[in-house]
């Protein structure tokens, strides 16, 4: 190299440290800026899920106050819309809000809960019990209020479709000794079962 030339590649690796030593500034800033974003939400959050026991009894009281004043509407028609069971319920009351169930897939599940403004429209409501929409007959309830921690059990029932469990234990078939010494006796207490012997 002569006197006059330039190092043209330490020249160009340090612009890029450069540029490098930016971009990681900024991306760091960003980091910061998220965790800070991160850090609020999760503060959010958990006051939300941990809240005192106060908040929780308010919210349940105000949970009870709604239902007192709603109807559970079974055997909705899948074509229903809100407008429509609103339209079927104005005459007992000043409907509040209309909520038709549906599943994952968005399709209604077959019911429908109607919320009215003032809790003597639900005396209302369950008069109109059995009434027809769209050629099918509503059942109408009163809305019960879940409390939560109350799981009702429910007991299985058989699958006719898996045949028939016995009480009686099972029994194995019977066991053949290995080199040819014949048959080994089964207990005698399984043949009491059997209605042959």
């Known amino acids: 190299m ?8 330490a020249a ?20 910061a800026a998220l965790r800070e974003m991160q850090a609020k939400v999760e503060k959010e959050m958990g006051a ?15 949970r009870e106050e709604v239902d007192a004043r709603s109807v559970f509407v079974g055997n909705v028609d899948y074509s229903c819309t809100p407008e429509e069971v609103q339209q079927h319920f104005q005459a007992c009351g000043t409907v509040n809000r209309v909520t038709i169930r549906s599943n994952k897939f968005g399709q209604p599940k077959g019911y429908a809960y109607v919320e009215f403004v003032e809790p003597e429209a639900v005396q209302e409501a369950i008069l109109l019990n059995e009434s027809e929409l769209h050629g099918r007959q509503l059942k109408v309830s009163a809305k019960r209020t879940n409390i939560p921690g109350m799981k009702v059990f429910r007991a299985r029932r058989p699958n006719p479709y898996m045949g028939y469990r016995s009480r009686i234990p ?21 043949m009491r079962y059997s209605p042959y012997y």
């Open 48 to 62: 939300t899920a941990t809240q005192d026991p106060a908040t929780a009894t308010a919210n349940q009281a105000n």
């Open 170 to 190: 099972y029994m194995a078939a019977p066991f053949f000794a290995p080199y040819g010494y014949g048959k080994v006796p089964r207990f005698r207490m399984a």
């Open 2 to 9: 002569e006197e006059g030339d330039v190092d043209m590649v």
């Open 12 to 31: 160009d690796s340090g612009a890029e440290l450069g540029d490098m030593k930016k971009r990681l500034k900024e991306m760091e800033d960003e980091a």
